[in-house]
DNA sequence: TATGAATGAGGTTTCATTCAT
DNA sequence: AATGAATGAAACCTCATTCAT
């Protein structure tokens, strides 16, 4: 019966979030936040229990948002390269698109305010892909070696491709394909 | 100001940080490194202008520590994939050797205390390799690709390995092995 | 601010108030008691303008609860001592039946919130007992002292005497002989 | 080798905290000790390890300066009724000269702050007295009651002599007659 | 009127850095 | 130079109170 909690301004905060962490590190005041998203200081702390709260939220939030744009328009039928290919060009679409939240997302996987249980969750994404995974898995050089492994190689060699496209944005497309072509051989 | 008479004093803060890094994040307090160093709180100062001072020089410290162990017994007249194939051995084997200083090198390579001078200088211990990473440069597909993108892929692959090795170190030379080939297809 | 409608909820806010005051301390929040009374958060200041407010009431409606038990079936024919026996009889009664709300007023008592005017109005309320404060005055060693100090006193000594029949409520009835003994000696 | 603890700065605290306790309750901010006291904001807690830490130490403190200035020229060959009448005296004394202190005291007693431990040491100090408590004991009524009992009642009735003393200075050493025949009638 | 979200002042405690010894 | 007490600026979070619904 009495004003609702507004969706907009949990998500105001996760947006100016994103901004402060990036500019600011993760031992930015909550205020600044709280300030960025257009809320009162103590609001914060109606749509976030804690500020490891925030992050948590915040990280997996980051992680559904680019498991989504990966996800779209996922060629279904298509071979496993050409599958490949494309979750590679959605993936690095994403992260040149919104280098904010790339970046956050950096900074919060390292950090040590995920929880366990968060990273799990955000694993869990993956299952997503259905198929996909599976078959990737089966391919080449992957058949012998744990899948964090193989997800490991990818995710590295992506962030490695995504920091030359940023650094040399007039190329990026190109680093594109090269990332890709040298992940391609990495797993073949 | 004066310069500090004790040496091993400094290498003693700077071991102790390597640790609480790694135990307790950037932001455990500059006084239980001192203590873990075993030196009054204030001594820190003597050695270290500020934390952040701290940062940037154990940054380089463990940058010069890995490169000394890939330096040592380099096989100067080798073919390129043998002396990659060293480096590669080598920077594993390091890292498994002293996992607590792989691990502060990756917290504070992230954060946003290390400068940019001290990121210019931690690159520019690669010119120890002389004629190794020309040559490298010149290898297949990275003939056409900044150099940073080459480092990228080799440090990206290399970070993913090791993480297979730590996490399953019985089979450690065996995805020591694995990774080392899929980085040579994909510089291939 | 006009007069609520529910009185029931008025009583269950005083009711919980006692409650969290005995186990949380005045510093309790507000929101706590609204809760044990199972009212909304603001609705609290619908029927109390501050948490002061709150204390004040509440002292005073204690207050009131024991003055009534004591006055309930007052011998108005007996001896003086017949009398100052109900009254510490009763007295004593009431604070075993009911240990939160006495732990509740010693609580406040004690607490800057209680302001003089309501002190004032508490004891004001001795004065229903009529002509038997006035005999209690007038008898033994009291009679050239402040009634303040005469009641002080008795409360002292009521207080004490509660406190060991609640210490040691198997021989609750004992202690209050022996209390209400040593009081009329004292008064005496 | 550097600058030594102050016992100067935490009896200027302790101090503070007595006063401000008083004016402002127990509520009162930690800074505001420390400015009293004269000292930074932080330094407080070089002294106190927390607030709740300052209230335990501040109350034993206390109690020790009471029980100090009742063993002062305590009489130990006079007969009982003396004795009583000296501790009697000067604890009224002590608590008229020391007004802060005795309103201190009370407001911690009946706080939550104070530990069981706290508590324990405190009624240890009584040990001080030796003799007197164990003769006084076996005197009179108190003969068959708990001894926590007579503590509460000699308690009880000194507070309210003082209570009386207080509000009337000009008769205070009539009132503490008064008060004191009360007593010994009570426990005769 | 009842609700609970919104507000923002304020509190305790931490900690990098300075400074007296 | 070494020590550790002193400093005071923040930081996170709480909570009385207000206000939109």
Redesign the pocket.
Same mark, same amino acid.
């Not at 019966?1 to 507004?6: F, G, L, T, V």
């Not at 031992?27 to 600044?32: I, K």
């Given at each position: 019966? $009495?004003?609702?909690? @507004?969706d907009e301004?949990r998500a105001a905060i996760l947006e100016a979030a994103t901004t402060i962490i990036v500019e600011r590190g993760l031992? $930015?005041?909550?205020? @600044?936040i709280?300030k960025l998203a257009?809320?009162?200081?103590?609001?914060?702390?109606?749509?976030?229990?804690?500020?490891?709260?925030l992050f948590n939220q915040l990280y997996l939030e980051l992680k559904k948002d680019m498991a989504a744009a990966i996800m779209k328009d996922f060629p279904v039928n298509a071979t496993l390269r050409d599958q490949t290919r494309h979750v590679w060009q959605a993936g690095t679409n994403f992260a040149m698109a919104s280098p904010h939240k790339r970046r956050a997302m950096v900074q919060l996987a390292v950090s040590d305010e995920i929880t366990p249980q968060t990273r799990a969750a955000a694993e869990a994404l993956a299952r997503g892909f259905g198929q996909f995974v599976t078959r990737l898995r089966e391919h080449g050089s992957l058949r012998n070696v744990p899948i964090t492994f193989a997800g490991s190689i990818m995710n590295a060699l992506s962030e490695a491709t995504i920091e030359a496209m940023v650094k040399d944005p007039d190329n990026a497309q190109k680093h594109c394909e090269t990332g890709f072509e040298a992940f391609w051989r990495a797993i073949s």
């Open positions: 019966m $009495a004003r609702p909690r @507004s301004k031992s $930015a005041p909550t205020a @600044s709280a257009g809320v009162a200081n103590g609001s914060f702390f109606t749509y976030f229990e804690t500020k490891s709260d």
